[in-house]
C-alpha cells in the first residue's frame, strides 16, 4: 500500500479481513446513528446525530462495487465459429462483479447528503497497473477510482420516504441523511441487443411469438441463422432480463460483504419502487434519477431509456434507429480501446494477436441483426419489446450503525468486531 499515514487502520482492517466472517456475518443492519424508529416493539430513537460516510469509506465501498479489475480475459472458444475468438464482450476492462459473456451493461449511481453521481467504469480501460502477484495498489486504486466519480445534480437522490416510491417497510431508513445508497443502473435494451448479436454469433435468429408472426425478411440470412427453428423473442428478453439482474446483484452483494470487513451498516434490498428512482413515477416533483421516459397506450408502464449524456439505452430517441445502435456496439467492441482492437492494451503475451482474432462482424451479419431489433421497436414500440430499456434492483445502502440498538433488543453477536469497532478504527478521536 503507498503512503500508509494516510489511511486510518480500519482501512488496513479492510485488506486483512477475512472472507469467510464477510460471508457469515451478513446480516442487514438497518438501524443507522440519527434513526428513529416511532412505534412497534423496536421503537426506538438515536441518541446519535446523523454521520455521514466520510469519503474514504464512501470511495472504498464504491470501488468494491463497481471497481475496474485490470484486462478482462475473454472468452476463448466457440465450436461452432472456432478458430476464431469468441466476439462477445462488450469491455476490455474487467470489474470487481461478472457480466454474462462480458457484456458488461451496467453502470453505479449513488446519492449522499451533498449531492447525486455516477462512478463510470463500464469502458474504463485498466486503471491501475497490476502486480506480478495479481493485486493492485489500494492507494492507486481508489484515487483511478475518485476521478470517474461525476455529479448529476446537488442534493440528495430526489424520492420522498413515503409510498409508493417506498416501500411501507423502508420509508424511515432508505435514502435518509447521513446515508450512501447506491444503484447499479443496467442498460437492458443494449443487453439486448448485444444478445441477438451473441445469437446470431452462434446461428439463432427470432420470431414474434407474442403476434405469433415471423419477422419479415429474415429468410435472406439463412446462410447464418436457422430460420427454420427461431428462438421466442419472449424468450430473449427474459434471459436478457436474468443476466442483467444477476450483474446487478452481484455488484450489489460485493458491496454487501465490504460492508462487514469495514464495520458499516446497511442492507442489499429491492423496496423502491424502479420507476421513482429513475425519475418516471409521472409526478414532476419525484426526480429520482431524471431518466427521459415515454409512455404508449400499448404499454402498462411507463419505459425509462436513459440520462442524455450520462447513461444512453441502446434504443431511439438515443439513436436514430437499431441499425445505428449496432453500428455503435460494434464500435465498443471493435472500436479504439474496445476488446477485439489490435491496439488495445491487455495482459497477455501476445496482446494484439488475441484482439485480433476475433472475428469482425461483416455487413451481412449486422443487418441480420438490426432487421430483428427494428422489427421489435416498430411493432411494440419500443426496445426491447416487452421489458423496460433500462433496468434497476436491487440497491445497497450504507451507513453508520447505531449500536446502541443492537445492545438494547439483541444479544451479544448481533454484529462483528468491525462494528463494534468501526469509530475508533475509521474516526479516531471522535
Not at 452483494?253 to 409521472?282: E, K, T
Amino acid at each position: 500500500m503507498g503512503d500508509k499515514s494516510k489511511f486510518p487502520p480500519g482501512f488496513e482492517d479492510v485488506l486483512n479481513f477475512r472472507l469467510s466472517d464477510a460471508l457469515f456475518g451478513r446480516r442487514a443492519r438497518r438501524f443507522f446513528m440519527g434513526a428513529s424508529i416511532p412505534d412497534g416493539y423496536f421503537k426506538y430513537t438515536s441518541k446519535h446525530a446523523a454521520m455521514p460516510l466520510s469519503e474514504l469509506e464512501q470511495m472504498t465501498l464504491l470501488t468494491a462495487m463497481g471497481g475496474n479489475t485490470g484486462w478482462h480475459n475473454l472468452i476463448m472458444r466457440g465450436e461452432i465459429y472456432a478458430p476464431h475468438l469468441s466476439n462477445y464482450a462488450g469491455s476490455a476492462g474487467g470489474r470487481t462483479f461478472p457480466s454474462a459473456a462480458g457484456f458488461h451493461t451496467s453502470e453505479l449511481f449513488f446519492t449522499d447528503d451533498k449531492g447525486t453521481y455516477v462512478l463510470k467504469t463500464r469502458d474504463a480501460p485498466a486503471m491501475v497497473e497490476r502486480k506480478d502477484d495479481g493485486t493492485f495498489d489500494p492507494d492507486e486504486l481508489m484515487e483511478a477510482h475518485r476521478s470517474r466519480v461525476k455529479k448529476i445534480y446537488d442534493g440528495r437522490l430526489k424520492v420522498p420516504p413515503e409510498t409508493p416510491h417506498i416501500e411501507a417497510h423502508n420509508t424511515w431508513v432508505v435514502n435518509q441523511p447521513g446515508t450512501t445508497l447506491v444503484i447499479p443502473v443496467g442498460d437492458l435494451a443494449q443487453h439486448v441487443l448485444a444478445g441477438i448479436c451473441y445469437y446470431v454469433q452462434n446461428g439463432v435468429c427470432f420470431y414474434d411469438d407474442v403476434n405469433g408472426k415471423q419477422i419479415d425478411g429474415i429468410e435472406q440470412f439463412s446462410d447464418i441463422v436457422d430460420v427454420k427453428e427461431p428462438y421466442p423473442i419472449t424468450f430473449l428478453e427474459m434471459w436478457s432480463l436474468g443476466e442483467l439482474t444477476t450483474e446487478l446483484g452481484t455488484s450489489c452483494y460485493a458491496g454487501m460483504l465490504m460492508l462487514q470487513s469495514m464495520g458499516l451498516g446497511g442492507w442489499l434490498f429491492n423496496g423502491m419502487d424502479p420507476f421513482s428512482l429513475l425519475g418516471a413515477s409521472g409526478e414532476p416533483e419525484v426526480q429520482g434519477l431524471g431518466f427521459r421516459y415515454d409512455t404508449d397506450e400499448r404499454w402498462s408502464l411507463p419505459n425509462p431509456t436513459g440520462l442524455e449524456g450520462v447513461f444512453e439505452g441502446f434504443t431511439p430517441p438515443h439513436y436514430r434507429d437499431m441499425r445505428h445502435a449496432v453500428d455503435v456496439l460494434m464500435e465498443r467492441k471493435f472500436g479504439p480501446g474496445g476488446p477485439f482492437n489490435p491496439e488495445t492494451p491487455g495482459y497477455y503475451k501476445d496482446t494484439p494477436g488475441v484482439r485480433s482474432s476475433a472475428q469482425v462482424p461483416d455487413e451481412h451479419f449486422r443487418e441480420c441483426a438490426a432487421l430483428q431489433a427494428q422489427y421489435i421497436y416498430d411493432t411494440f414500440g419500443k426496445f426491447p419489446g416487452t421489458m423496460p430499456s433500462i433496468f434497476v434492483l436491487p440497491y445497497l445502502q450504507a451507513h453508520h450503525l447505531d449500536l446502541d440498538f443492537y445492545d438494547k433488543f439483541y444479544e451479544k453477536g448481533a454484529y462483528l468486531k468491525t462494528h463494534a469497532e468501526h469509530m475508533q478504527r475509521w474516526h479516531p478521536g471522535k
